[in-house]
């Protein structure tokens, strides 16, 4: 195993933990991180007719909380990547007012926004529905549709 890259405790089915290299991660459109992993065992290599006992690295893929970071490793070294849908898919419009400004959450497809709008990832908008000058629109309703995604 690299010694450059972090380890992290992933849970087997049976119960039992591994330590396992993170290779890198990865933000699904669910919001959830997935893991690429790199463990490896010691296997059966046939060597000219002799049976050996080599590593072979075995590399696969793990959600958190299977996976979980172990204290004190680097993890600022791992990728985290995107998919590519779950970036900037939520609408955010801004409506100005006498009272101010407010902050108007839309779904992706919302035909409703008229005024200046960004986009924003599934976090960013499950977090602006916390906010007391964002409210979701009340013709596409994404905060129920961000219920069922958080
Ligand atoms: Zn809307």
């Known amino acids: 195993m690299s010694t450059a890259r972090p380890l992290a405790s992933v849970t087997l089915p049976d119960g039992q933990t591994v330590r396992a ?3 890198d991660r990865r933000q699904e459109v669910d919001g959830s991180y997935w893991y690429t992993l790199e463990l490896v065992l010691i296997s059966k290599v046939d060597r000219f007719g002799q049976p050996r006992a080599e590593p072979q690295p ?3 893929q793990a959600p958190y909380p299977v996976v979980q970071p172990i204290a004190g490793e680097d993890y600022s070294t791992v990728t985290v990547r995107i998919a590519p849908t779950a970036v900037q898919v939520w609408l955010v419009e801004e409506r100005h007012s006498a009272t101010g400004t407010v902050h108007v959450l839309h779904r992706p497809n919302c035909a409703q926004p008229t005024g200046r709008s960004e986009r924003v990832g599934l ?4 977090a ?3 906010h007391d000058d964002a409210v979701p629109c009340t013709v596409c309703r ?3 549709g961000l219920r069922g995604l958080i």
């Open 21 to 23: 290299v993170v290779l």
């Open 58 to 60: 075995v590399i696969w």
């Open 123 to 126: 976090e960013d908008a499950a």
């Open 128 to 130: 602006l529905l916390g």
């Open 142 to 144: 994404p905060d129920a």
